[in-house]
Each structure stands twice: as structure tokens, then as C-alpha cells.
Nanobody, 114 residues
Framework: QVQLVESGGGLVQPGGSLRLSCVGSGIVFRFIAMGWYRQAPGKERELVATINSGGTTNYLDSVKGRFTISRDNAKNTVYLQMNSLKPDDTAVYYC????????WGQGTQVTVSS
């Protein structure tokens, strides 16, 4: 059974930071490109950041310079460091394979509000 569990979300003030974690089980994704996605209320899910097996990263334009995706293959974990958060970053954040995503998990709620 493949399972991806997101954590680290919460309520944060504009300009604040959060670090999201995604821990995989039932699979070793050392060679799998991973991504963080988000879905805001009333909007489609969008790809926020990806990281491939070689460490190459890509980001949604609106988060460039603020978010950093990384991975620790020994821990089967992908992270998303989120800095300088804005209200528009408010969404449920999900991790998944960047290509051929598995069924979506619960995600973790990020709320940026004053």
C-alpha cells in the first residue's frame, strides 16, 4: 500500500513561514519525481513545486524565491519550506508524484491571515 502523508500546515501571519513535510510509506521514491500541489477554495488544484531524482527543482512563478522544495531520500520524505507567506498562498497543500499522481491524500491546510 502506497501512502503519502502531509503535515506541517497551520495558521500563519502574512510574511511568516511554514515547513511542510510529506512522508511516504509502502514505496521508496528515491527515483521518483515528487511535487507539492495546492488547492484553494473554489479553484483548481495547481502544481506548486517539483523535484526530480537528480535534485532539479521547478516552481510556480508566484512562489519563486519564497518556497523551496527538497527531499531526504533516506527518510522517504519531501519538504516544502514556505517563506514570506501571503494570503494568496492559503490552500490545502498536497504532495504526490509529479508524474502520474497517485490518489490524493488529505493534504495539510495552510492559512495565511492577519
Amino acid at each position: 500500500q502506497v501512502q503519502l502523508v502531509e503535515s506541517g500546515g497551520g495558521l500563519v501571519q502574512p510574511g511568516g513561514s511554514l515547513r511542510l513535510s510529506c512522508v511516504g510509506s509502502g514505496i521508496v521514491f528515491r527515483f521518483i519525481a515528487m511535487g507539492w500541489y495546492r488547492q484553494a477554495p473554489g479553484k483548481e488544484r495547481e502544481l506548486v513545486a517539483t523535484i526530480n531524482s537528480g535534485g532539479t527543482t521547478n516552481y510556480l512563478d508566484s512562489v519563486k524565491g519564497r518556497f523551496t522544495i527538497s527531499r531526504d531520500n533516506a527518510k522517504n520524505t519531501v519538504y516544502l519550506q514556505m517563506n514570506s507567506l501571503k494570503p494568496d498562498d492559503t490552500a490545502v497543500y498536497y504532495c504526490n508524484f509529479a508524474y502520474g499522481p497517485r490518489p490524493w491524500g488529505q493534504g495539510t491546510q495552510v492559512t495565511v491571515s492577519s
